[in-house]
């Protein structure tokens, strides 16, 4: 068994900072910059409005936007609780949305990858109730997709912000 004095907990921050870690929220860290400075594409369709609403809420609406962030959504459902009557009564909705991030001011692409994630619901019950778990299921993982692109982007910050 361990036990930690105040030692340990006094030498921590140096042993942090002597790799290299800083705060990314941190006055003067390397997201600080970045609300309201980045300007997701225009979405064509829910899903792309329910990324783009996520990424706003974390990142913040663009005012003076110095980068743009384009991006492709796919979806893929896939039937994953079958009755004996080869019913399917459960989905997997899995998504992907690759992204990059473009300089304004140089057109360079500073940042970009994949992300991935999945989501389920239910099928069982009238139409009307599949269609709405549908249409949840991919809200939520909308927002699952655009956190993983926000934590992306401020894991990186700096180094390209």
Known sequence: MSSYNRRTFLLMPLALGACGFSPVYAPGGPAAGLQ?????????????FDLVERLEERLGRPEAPRFDLTYAIKLDPIGVGITPENSITR????????????????????????????????????TI??????????????????DQ??????????TWA
Do not use: C, Q
């Open 36 to 48: 309201g400075a980045i300007r997701a594409a225009d979405p064509v369709d829910k899903n792309g």
């Open 91 to 126: 989905f997997h909705l899995t998504g992907s949305v690759e992204w990059s991030l473009i300089s304004r001011d140089t057109g360079a692409r500073l940042t970009g990858g994949k992300v991935e994630n999945f989501t389920s619901y239910s099928a069982s019950g009238s």
């Open 129 to 146: 109730a599949g269609l709405a778990a549908e249409e949840d299921a991919a809200f939520r993982l909308m927002r699952i997709l655009a």
């Open 149 to 158: 692109i926000v934590t992306r982007l401020l894991a990186s910050s700096g």
